[in-house]
């Protein structure tokens, strides 16, 4: 797995800077469209980080909005790197849902992680039986050569714990995750097992919220908060259901999900204790 920025982060780093270029020079989507011959669309879905520009077509905009020619060399070298392709477009199409293509990249540059899940173990933690499992049941179309091509990337993703800078995680997971036997009996005290050992890593934290804490700020929501080591990257709230995903990057959103992981934190076991609950559930089971 490649290690750094990865190209869609910075493809959004280019187009946040884009976008206060044309702010800066006062003007708006479609000035800048008519003044350089191109789709107003096209060029809102670079400044919002979703698709790429080439080196001209960029040096001909930034030329519009009066940037120093030092300046502009270094967001044509931004852009040529975010062309560039990511290790998770290495395997074959499909292996990961298009709508997750982005998220996987951003995942990449991340240097933290905040995740609540309510249904499954989070997939960073997840082992090979356990995902395979997950994604049997989520996809009954998928042929079993493309879901272990979906196994073995969530597998390849999972490295970003392990590398020389690591990824910091804090996951919080509501007790039914530890209660649903996903894949069997096996394969389940396997994953608890897993979940069990990867907490003795310094860079992974685990809350169990058990039951009965009742109501809490984000019932029936799943969600990940990733923060980026650039400063100038500000962070992002990520939500999927079953055929699509969100990501939230106004700061009013992302202030509303960090109060809510910061609510689930308080309600939740501590990071001893939930190492305990689920050793304890293990016991349970034999």
Not at 107 to 130: K, R
Not at 203 to 214: K, M, S, Y
Request: net charge negative.
């Amino acid at each position: 797995m490649a290690t750094g920025a990865s190209p869609t982060a910075r493809r959004r780093r280019l187009g946040m800077e884009m976008r206060r270029l044309r702010k800066a020079a006062g003007m708006t989507l479609s000035q800048v469209a008519e003044a350089v011959e191109c789709d107003g669309s096209w060029l809102s879905r670079v400044e919002n980080g979703r698709r790429s520009i080439k080196p001209r077509d960029l040096r001909l905009i930034l030329g519009v909005y009066g940037v120093n020619p030092e300046d502009v060399e270094v967001l044509v070298a931004l852009s040529r790197e975010s062309r560039l392709k990511g290790w998770w477009q290495t395997f074959e199409q499909g292996a990961i849902p298009h709508w997750f293509e982005k998220y996987v990249g951003l995942e990449n540059d991340a240097s933290a992680m905040c995740e609540y899940e309510n249904q499954l173990v989070p997939g960073l933690l997840q082992t090979e039986s356990y995902a395979r499992a997950v994604l049997m049941a989520a996809r009954p179309e998928l042929t079993a050569e493309r879901v272990e091509e979906q196994v073995q990337a969530r597998l390849e993703r999972q490295k970003l714990l392990h590398q020389d800078t690591p990824l910091r995680l804090w996951a919080i997971i509501d007790e039914a995750v530890l209660r649903r036997p996903v894949g069997g009996r096996r394969a389940f005290t396997e994953q608890l097992r897993q979940v069990i050992g990867l907490t003795d890593l310094r860079n992974v934290t685990l809350q169990v919220l058990p039951f009965g804490e009742g109501a809490h700020a984000s019932l029936g929501t799943s969600f990940v908060i990733l923060t980026f080591p650039e400063p100038a990257d500000p962070d992002i709230v990520y939500i999927e259901d079953l055929t699509s995903s969100q990501h939230l990057e106004s700061s009013e959103d992302v202030a509303r999900y960090n109060l809510v992981f910061d609510h689930l934190q308080s309600v939740a076991l501590s990071d001893a204790k939930s190492k305990s609950f689920i050793a304890d559930i293990l016991r349970e089971r034999g």
